[in-house]
């Protein structure tokens, strides 16, 4: 049997839930775009290829600014497919999270950056499991 508390409560569930999804997806769409485009302006960081590890310079082709710049176009593109299809955008920031936490642990610094991206990497899970929940919308 239902109840007016249990509706209540389902219906504040569902809210906040749908806030919640809402504040990850504008969040991972922004920043990833913002920090993708600044690989091309440098007006946040002066040098991003100083986060680059070494052995993924040797294995990247061309120089690491470079490197570092094709990192900002795959980052703008995430950052287009979480606005865009969130169930799928919300895996793929959380695996080049991963990416990025891998390679400044194995340069042995940023070890405050790499924990932070291990917040976001999870906040980039909790976007996609909340994607996943929402109803699909037929067009």
């Known amino acids: 049997m239902t109840t007016a508390t249990t509706?209540?409560?389902?219906?504040?569930?569902?809210?906040?839930?749908?806030?919640?999804?809402q504040l990850l997806r504008t969040v991972f769409t922004i920043a990833p775009i913002a920090f993708g485009l600044d690989k091309f302006f440098d007006l946040l960081?002066?040098?991003?290829?100083?986060?680059?590890?070494?052995?993924?310079?040797?294995?990247?082709p061309g120089s690491a600014h470079q490197a570092m710049l094709c990192v900002g176009v795959i980052e703008i593109v995430a950052g287009v497919v979480v606005a865009v299809a969130p169930r799928f955008g919300g895996p793929l920031v959380a695996l080049w999270l991963a990416g990025i936490i891998l390679n400044l642990v194995t340069m042995g610094e940023f070890y405050d950056v790499a924990l932070r991206d291990f917040g976001l990497l999870v906040a980039a899970l909790a976007l996609t499991l909340l994607a996943w929940d929402r109803p699909k919308v037929s067009a």
Do not use: H
Request: glycine letters at 6%; hydrophobic letters at 50%; proline letters at 3%.
């Open 45 to 60: 960081i002066d040098d991003w290829a100083v986060y680059l590890a070494p052995w993924v310079n040797d294995i990247v």
């Open 7 to 21: 509706t209540d409560s389902t219906i504040g569930a569902r809210l906040g839930a749908e806030r919640a999804f």
